[in-house]
């Protein structure tokens, strides 16, 4: 069951719109109107309340008191004085702490905002997330095109309201005869609108471009366009409306297109401008330590060459997947592929010494961003030693410090420019110490996990049908191969499958005690590499015996049930014990806060206590089946709002190197 929507209301068509989803899905809903914002009379039909905007504690009250769990923003709200504002006791608590950002621009204010009610124990969304069909398309939208005067106007605005956004002041300028008339103040597009046509009057035409500012939080503050803007557009005497396709909201798509069409005006989705006009080739930078980086960092390089139209280059420190796209590494990435105190402390001499390499390499190129992904061994300390050399440090994979030490916030702060989360709970531990923090959607949402081809893998090697594939997964690094292969042999001698297969993805780093290993096991045991391949074994397997790590997702992605072990070394173990706070591992655990995904971690990582949760799940239909349940529930957290985890980084690191 959904949570109990709260819907923050402006004004505008939006929180109606958003009120008619809740009735059309069934979901409970309370509309808490801003005084002066919305319009008067406007939820008379509905639960609600009324409040004006400096009310913070009133505010609070309300929706805690309706049960609200969930938030979205919705319609415009006037950015009032101080004077205006008269804030109650509790907003001048959050005006203290939110400090300048409410004198600097609407996003600086709507992120500090949104902190203050995530921390409140809401989850805030965005109206697109709920309302699917909100988003603007590609291209002409109705009966009316654009002539080619209008098309040059529909360009130059579009780069002047992205300049615009860029400096936090606005989001949509109006353009006539390729010369920007007026832009976007606090007064909205309303006010924009009705000052260009007391400019242009008695002429008409003009073209109102809206564009999404590069920094913009998109669950709070999309430009937005509906029926009244149309009307408004008509009788200041526009020729056309232009906004940003999939960066912009329109209420009711049919009623807008069908309002432009009998007002003569034409209205067209865009795309942003081009990132790189002058032909530049930006210079990124990438480190990634380890083979889930590694994935993820390919992606990325697809996304940022997809984005540029391939006006773009890469350097750095990278692994296979990534030299698949072309990339070319400093060195071999499996130098950094280590965990825990004991298996650091040998190789120490090295990493200090490719630390060192590696800061120097990028004092010595001067890329247009560095983009550090996870490996905070390694890649925090690089980001230590550059930071004073103006080039923005952006990192991938926010640190656990939900799970351990979580005082790491204050210190990542430091070193970075913005974070990319995959989580989304994360961004207000870091926002809270004034790191940018975007939840850009899990990486394992796009992995391919869950489109492998388990027929053809079976038939391929000749296992019949209903013969059961246990799918063993040992880890990445040496280190916790080392640990976990004994225990997995040990567990794989107390099955009660006579016939079963073992199915062994494994990686190049591991490849030799992983297939030593396995000619002791009982059964017959197929290794296979590559990504496909794995995913593949995922699709034709019946169950799963992994070790901790992102592979449990792509698991879950695949629907496989498993069972997750992990184990350190004596003296990790001891600092885990120490500092780690959390019940759960397995981040499916963690987020549904149960253990839907058996765990069998430290003194528990034995084979008399995985052996019989094993053979449970490859015989119960029942538990299969709860679990599957179960993961499916977890996944749908992870996922963006929008696009896909690659593209939402792609944008955040393009902004970032435009605003440079």
């Not at 890469?314 to 060195?331: E, H, L, R, Y």
């Not at 939840?439 to 996990?449: D, N, R």
Request: proline content about 6%; aromatic content about 6%; overall charge negative.
């Amino acid at each position: 069951m959904q949570p109990k929507l709260g819907i923050l209301a402006g004004g505008g068509a939006l929180p109606s719109r958003l009120i008619d989803y809740c009735r059309e899905n069934g979901r409970d809903y309370f509309v808490l109107g801003f005084e002066g914002q919305a319009e008067p009379g406007a939820f008379d039909a509905d639960p609600h309340t009324w409040v004006r905007l400096g009310a913070v504690g009133q505010v609070l009250k309300n929706l805690h008191d309706a049960d609200v769990r969930e938030l979205v923003m919705a319609g415009s709200v006037v950015k009032p004085t101080l004077t205006e504002l008269r804030p109650d006791l509790k907003g001048l608590q959050i005006l203290m702490r939110i400090g300048g950002a409410y004198f600097r621009g609407d996003d600086d204010l709507l992120r500090a905002l949104t902190i203050e009610l995530e921390k409140e124990g809401f989850s805030v969304v965005g109206a697109d997330g709920l309302v699917g069909d909100l988003l603007a398309p590609s291209g002409v939208m109705g009966i009316h095109l654009p002539d080619g005067l209008a098309e040059i106007d529909i360009k130059v605005g579009s780069v002047a309201a992205r300049d615009l956004g860029n400096r936090d002041i606005g989001q949509a300028v109006i353009v006539k005869s390729a010369q920007v008339i007026a832009s976007e103040e606090k007064k909205g597009t309303a006010d924009l609108i009705k000052r260009c046509s007391d400019i242009m009057k008695p002429e008409l035409g003009g073209v109102l471009i809206k564009m999404k500012k590069p920094n913009q939080d998109r669950r709070v503050d999309l430009p937005t366009i509906g029926v009244d803007t149309i009307q408004q557009a008509k009788a200041s005497g526009l020729a056309g409306i232009a906004v940003e396709a999939g960066n912009s909201l329109i209420v009711d798509l049919k009623k807008v297109v069908s309002a432009a069409d009998e007002a003569g005006i034409f209205l067209v989705g865009i795309d942003a401008p081009e990132q790189f006009p002058d032909g530049q080739s930006p210079l990124i930078y990438i480190i990634a330590g380890e083979p889930s980086g590694d994935r993820l960092g390919a992606r990325l390089i697809d996304a940022l060459k997809e984005k540029t139209g391939g006006n773009v280059r890469f350097c750095g420190v990278g692994g296979p997947a990534m030299a698949d796209c072309g990339f070319v590494s400093n060195f071999a990435m499996e130098e950094l592929s280590l965990m825990g105190v004991v298996e650091i402390l040998p190789h120490l001499p090295r990493l200090l010494r490719r630390i060192k390499e590696t800061a120097r390499d990028v004092e010595s190129l001067k890329p247009h961003v560095v983009i550090t992904i996870d490996s905070p061994g390694f890649n925090h300390r690089v980001a230590d030693r550059i930071k004073g050399i103006d080039i923005p440090v952006v990192h991938y994979v926010a640190p656990s410090v939900w799970a351990w030490k979580p005082w790491r916030a204050r210190k990542i702060a430091k070193h970075f420019d913005h974070l990319l989360a995959l989580l989304p709970f994360e961004p207000p531990y870091f926002e809270t110490e004034g790191l940018p923090t975007t939840f850009v959607g899990h990486s394992v949402i796009e992995s391919g996990a869950d489109q492998g081809d388990g027929k053809s893998f079976r038939q391929s090697r000749e296992i019949v049908g209903d013969t059961k594939i246990l799918c063993v997964l040992p880890g990445s690094r040496s280190g916790e191969v080392s640990r976990l292969l004994p225990v997995i042999g040990r567990t794989l001698d107390l099955l009660n499958e006579k016939d079963l297969i073992i199915v062994v993805p494994v990686v190049d780093a591991v490849q030799v005690p992983v297939e030593a290993a396995a000619k002791t096991w009982p059964y017959k045991v197929h290794l296979v590499a590559g990504e496909q391949e794995k995913f593949n074994a995922f699709a034709a397997s019946n169950a799963a015996l992994a070790a901790s790590g992102t592979v449990a997702l792509e698991l879950a992605m695949a629907r496989v049930p498993s069972v997750i072990i992990y184990d350190f070394n004596l003296i990790s173990t001891v600092l885990a014990r120490l500092f780690v706070k959390l019940k759960y591992v397995n981040l499916i655990n963690i987020l549904l806060d149960r253990e839907a995904v058996p765990e069998r971690i430290l003194e528990n990582c034995s084979a008399a206590k995985i052996a019989p949760v094993l053979n449970h799940l490859l015989v119960d239909d029942s538990i299969i089946q709860k679990q599957i349940d179960a993961l499916d529930e977890a996944l749908q957290k992870l996922k963006p709002v929008v696009s896909s985890p690659s593209d939402n980084a792609a944008n955040v690191i393009l902004e970032i190197i435009q605003r440079k």
